[in-house]
């Protein structure tokens, strides 16, 4: 399957943005659905993880009541609106696909396939 990402940009500080990843190739219902994010000089981090349906989410504490995952299968694609940013969000936002559709997945060698990333950057 390929990944798509799309929805990064500059925003200020208490913004928001909405990050979409659009999947081809595959029945993207086949999948669990990850978002993750790498800072500068840092490692990639698990944000939020979402089942095959939407019935289940999970979420990175420091993200948890700013962001949310959800997913439209009849358009192949999973979101990330990110509320109330902080400078401390800047990263290079990737979306993944797990192929265990039931799992909440929070470690990046759980997923398969991954996208090639959008930059998020918040000013403060």
């Known amino acids: 399957v390929q990944l798509v990402e799309s929805g990064g940009g500059l925003v200020q500080s208490g913004g928001s943005l909405r990050l979409s990843c659009a999947a081809s190739?595959?029945?993207?219902?086949?999948?669990?659905m990850g978002w993750f994010r790498q800072a500068p000089g840092k490692e990639r981090e698990f944000v939020a993880a979402?089942?095959?349906?939407?019935?289940?989410?999970t979420y990175k504490d420091s993200v948890k009541g700013r962001f949310t995952i959800s997913r439209d299968n009849a358009k192949n694609t999973v979101y990330l609106q990110m509320n109330s940013l902080k400078p401390e969000d800047t990263a290079v936002y990737y979306c993944?696909?797990?192929?265990?559709?039931?799992?909440?997945?929070?470690?990046?060698?759980?997923?398969?396939?991954w996208g090639q990333g959008t930059q998020v950057t918040v000013s403060s």
């Open positions: 979402i089942t095959w349906n939407g019935g289940s989410t």
């Open positions: 190739g595959r029945t993207f219902s086949s999948f669990a």
């Open positions: 993944a696909a797990d192929t265990y559709t039931l799992r909440l997945a929070i470690h990046g060698r759980e997923y398969e396939y």
